[in-house]
């Protein structure tokens, strides 16, 4: 997910509306839907989704991904199950607000089904009772391919999903470079802060509330501050500046030194990698781990373009999908979550977007391991071993949002 939305803007219209429209409660037709669901097994889910259409709403700005849902899963869900597939691409604010304004307005068949979500969204939604669920363990293909018991599945952000939500992709940050024109990569905060003053101009990160931004300074709080003090902070702002302000001070260290000085930042990750292919910066960032070796094909990126993480470690999540608690189509929605966790799909979306797969690689056929061992991950990435060995817990979804105030206030132009 590259965009977020803060809980507050939620709570205010729907404090006294939603109390009643969680999927184990009320009496409209939407929750008759709800119970007809959670009787039904998993063919019968089938048979009843048969001739519909499934909505999924979702961020819109990955072309790559746009053309694979469209041209590649979409087909796939005509074919097997005659369900037309209708991407709607939408900021996931924009999806809530929807969301939220549909429930309040009392309408029993949603425009929503899927949702792609993850972090303080889906923390948000669920606690106001905007999603359908649990769903998850009406999933074939959740049951046999999926660790159900994995912290990358039980937690987002720190948050449990209590099967409100299914694994879509695993992301990880790394950062990118042209080895031809900075072979001096940076593998950690000291090394950065060399590297930023070698190359003045030249370097700088998305603002934040951009999701990569965020993750990066993140990423540089772990550095400089460590990372187990986070898991279970209390969400107090004062509590949680105090406990950043060392990585604060880096930053606001760096900021003469950045592209503009400091004083403005990228308005987004696609700015800032538009930047970066242009020559404009030299060092990149991403939560696509393997999204380098796709631009060294198209010749977005030269040859020489890398990868690289710091030593200690990146932080990596997962994205996942949600079904919308007033959807009307519920069983056609998770009929299409279960095709998605198919290890044919998987592996399709590993070669074509290589994005990491979300499966129990222990609990694959010897055939559908060899499906995923066969992709050629192309040049310039990370060895996923290699990258996985240094993945670092997300930090509880409430701290996420503080953070940003905090830097918004203490680095940008400071």
């Known amino acids: 997910m590259k965009k977020r939305v803060l809980t507050a803007f939620l709570a205010a219209a729907m404090t006294f509306s939603l109390a009643a429209c969680g999927s184990g409660s009320g009496d409209s037709s939407s929750q008759e839907q709800n119970g007809s669901v959670d009787d039904m097994t998993f063919d019968e889910m089938v048979e009843a989704a048969e001739g519909t259409t499934v909505t999924f709403y979702g961020w819109g700005g990955d072309e790559k991904l746009n053309d694979w849902l469209d041209n590649k899963f ?46 303080e969204n889906f923390q948000s939604a669920k606690e106001n009772n905007m999603l359908y669920g649990p769903f998850t363990d009406k999933l074939p293909n959740f049951n046999d391919y999926v660790d159900a018991e994995s912290e990358d599945v039980t937690l987002d952000f720190a948050y449990p999903v209590e099967g409100y939500e299914a694994p879509y992709g695993k992301a990880q940050v790394v950062m990118i470079a042209d080895t031809a024109v900075t072979p001096d990569v940076p593998k950690s905060a000291e090394a950065l802060e060399e590297f930023v003053k070698k190359y003045p101009g030249k370097v700088t990160y998305p603002a934040l509330p951009d999701f990569t931004g965020s993750a990066f300074v993140r990423n540089i709080i772990y550095e400089i501050c460590g990372y187990e003090q986070f898991l279970d902070m209390e969400a107090d702002k004062e509590t949680v500046r105090e406990a950043v302000e060392p990585a604060m001070e880096y ?13 403005t930042f990228p308005d987004s ?40 993480q710091f030593d200690k470690g990146t932080i990596g999540n997962t994205n996942f999908m949600a079904v919308a608690v007033n959807s009307g189509n519920k069983a ?25 797969p979300v499966l129990d690689n222990s609990k694959l056929s010897e055939e559908q391991k060899a499906a995923f061992d066969a992709v050629d991950l192309g040049e310039g990435v990370i060895p996923q071993d290699e990258l996985l060995s240094k993945r670092l817990p997300e930090m509880p979804a409430e701290l996420v949002p503080i953070i940003e105030e905090i830097w918004t206030e203490e680095v940008v132009g400071k």
């Open 269 to 308: 990750s696609t700015t800032l990698d538009n930047m970066f292919a242009d020559g404009e910066v030299v060092l990149n960032m991403t939560y696509d781990a393997y999204a380098t070796a796709l631009n060294i094909e198209s010749g977005t990126y030269t040859d020489t373009t890398g990868t690289f």
């Open 251 to 263: 930053l606001r260290g760096l900021n003469p030194y950045l592209w503009n000085e400091g004083k």
């Open 332 to 356: 056609g929605a998770m009929v299409a979550i279960n095709e998605m966790l198919s290890p044919e799909i998987q592996a399709d979306r590993y070669e074509q977007l290589r994005v990491i």
């Open 74 to 119: 979409a087909p796939v869900m005509k074919e097997k199950y005659d369900i037309t597939m209708e991407r709607v691409p939408m900021d996931i604010d924009q999806v809530l607000s929807q969301l939220s304004g549909e429930i309040e307005g009392g309408e029993e068949d949603g425009s929503i089904d899927m949702i792609w979500i993850n972090g």
